[in-house]
C-alpha cells in the first residue's frame, strides 16, 4: 500500500447491488473510526451503465441507518488499476475477469472480499435475483468482508 490515504475500488457484476453496498459500508466505518480512506465502486459488465443502485439495496443499508452515496453505476476503466490500491471483487469470477484486465504490474492489486473474512466463506451472492431476504443476506456478508477489510487498512497504517 502506498503511505497516503488507502484507496479501495470495489467490483461486482452490474454495479448497482454489491459493491456500492461495500462502497456505502467502507465509508461509514471509516469515518466512525475517524480513518481516511477513498472508495469507489464499478462493474465488470456494462450493462447497468448510468443506473443508481438498487433500490433493495438502498433500503437495506437505511434500515441499518447508512446512507449510500450518490452513485451510477460505471464499468471498469483502466486507470482504475493506477488509481487504486485494491480492486476488490464480490466473486472469484469477478477477480478472474478483473486480473485479465489488469496491467501484468497490478494484478497483485485485486482481491475477493471473503480474504478478509473466513466467515463469508467465498464468494458473495448476487441478491438481484433473490428477494428481500437475499440482500439482508449479501448485506451481511459484505459487512463481515468490509470489517476485516477496514481492520487490515488500519493495520498496515499503523
Not at 452515496?69 to 483502466?78: E, G, I, T
Request: with cysteine; proline share 6%.
Amino acid at each position: 500500500m502506498k503511505p497516503s490515504t488507502p484507496a479501495i475500488l470495489f467490483v461486482c457484476t452490474g454495479n448497482i447491488c454489491r459493491s456500492p453496498t461495500a462502497h456505502a459500508l467502507l465509508l461509514h466505518k471509516a469515518q466512525r473510526a475517524g480513518f481516511a480512506v477513498e472508495v469507489d465502486s464499478a462493474a465488470i459488465s456494462d450493462e447497468e451503465r448510468g443506473n443508481p443502485p438498487d433500490p433493495r439495496s438502498v433500503a437495506e443499508a437505511l434500515r441499518r441507518g447508512i446512507a449510500m452515496p450518490a452513485h451510477r453505476a460505471r464499468q471498469v476503466h483502466a486507470a482504475d488499476f493506477e488509481r487504486f490500491d485494491w480492486l476488490i471483487g464480490m466473486t472469484q469470477q469477478h477477480c478472474a475477469a478483473l486480473r485479465r484486465r489488469a496491467p501484468a504490474d497490478a494484478a497483485s492489486k485485486v482481491r475477493l472480499l471473503s480474504e478478509f473474512a473466513d466467515a463469508i466463506g467465498g464468494d458473495v451472492p448476487d441478491p438481484w435475483y433473490g428477494g428481500h431476504q437475499a440482500f439482508i443476506e449479501a448485506f451481511d456478508l459484505i459487512d463481515l468482508g468490509v470489517e476485516g477489510l477496514l481492520a487490515q487498512l488500519r493495520r498496515e497504517a499503523a
